[in-house]
């Protein structure tokens, strides 16, 4: 069992007549409610809850935090943002989903800004997306009997996707309308393990879709933190051999 927290700002679906159809009680509500039939305890928590709803304890009782925000990236206080990043550095895991690759603690821990080509598919009524999966082996893909997954309707987002090369890509996506997106990225930051996975919107049923929900709660239990050594560090180290003094080292 993973400790989870799904944070949502929570201001998208609610504004539209199809977000409120598809996720009457919030995209959180949708995502947590997969995790918990995965046997995982599930919070929830919203931007305009008292710090976000990320308070301390929260933070510090969390395994692996989901982050959804879309249009209020700014709103988010940046004492929350730094303490999430603790949290990622010390060992929580983080799994940013579709727009936040432009939320401030995707971005804190990438050190990039996040930008892409995006076009708006209202227009159109979403676009088909064709989520290749390059790593078939991972434990993030595990499950998947496909070497892809079709989403009928989606938001178009383009490269030149700027982030850090991802240590390892799982997926990579192609849009009906030609472009191709890093969809499905990993990264280790300290001792804290990073997914960003692109599929998701608050007027299409992407989260309604077995793959996708699959890919998700694979996310969740690859991120959660592992046991293992703490690392030491120390101003000054004790040699662990004996280092003969007065000579310069290449006479040593």
């Known amino acids: 069992m993973v400790q989870v927290t799904v944070w949502n700002e929570h201001r998208s679906e609610t504004k539209h ?3 409120r159809e598809l996720y009457p009680d919030g995209i959180h509500a949708e995502l947590a409610a997969v995790l918990e039939a995965e046997g995982h305890e599930v919070r929830t928590a919203t931007l305009d809850e008292p710090e976000h709803g990320l308070t301390d304890d929260v933070l510090e009782t969390t395994d692996v935090l989901l982050w959804w925000g879309h249009e209020a ?3 988010v206080a940046d004492d929350v943002v730094e303490k999430v990043k603790a949290r990622v550095l010390d060992g929580m895991g983080l799994l940013a989903l579709h727009s936040a690759h432009y939320a ?3 971005r804190e821990l990438m050190g990039t800004t996040g930008s892409l080509k995006w076009r708006d598919t209202r227009l159109t009524d979403g676009e088909r997306e064709r989520v290749w999966i390059v790593e ?8 998947l009997d496909e070497e892809y997954i079709e989403i009928p309707q989606a938001e178009m987002y383009g490269e030149r996707f700027d982030v850090p090369a991802p240590d390892t890509l799982i997926t990579i996506s192609w849009f009906e309308g030609g472009e191709v997106f890093r969809s499905g990225c990993c ?5 804290g393990r990073v997914f960003y996975f692109r599929p998701g919107h608050e007027t299409y049923p992407v989260y309604k879709q077995d793959e996708v929900r699959t890919v998700i709660a ?17 101003d000054q180290r004790e040699p662990l051999e004996a280092i003969e003094e007065g000579l310069p080292p290449e006479h040593r």
């Open 17 to 19: 007549e199809r977000g």
């Open 73 to 75: 990236h700014d709103e």
């Open 104 to 106: 401030k603690i995707f």
């Open 136 to 143: 078939p082996g991972h434990p993030i893909a595990d499950g």
């Open 187 to 191: 990264y280790q930051r300290g001792k």
């Open 218 to 234: 694979n996310a969740v239990e690859w991120a959660a933190p592992v046991d293992g050594p703490e690392p030491a560090f120390a």
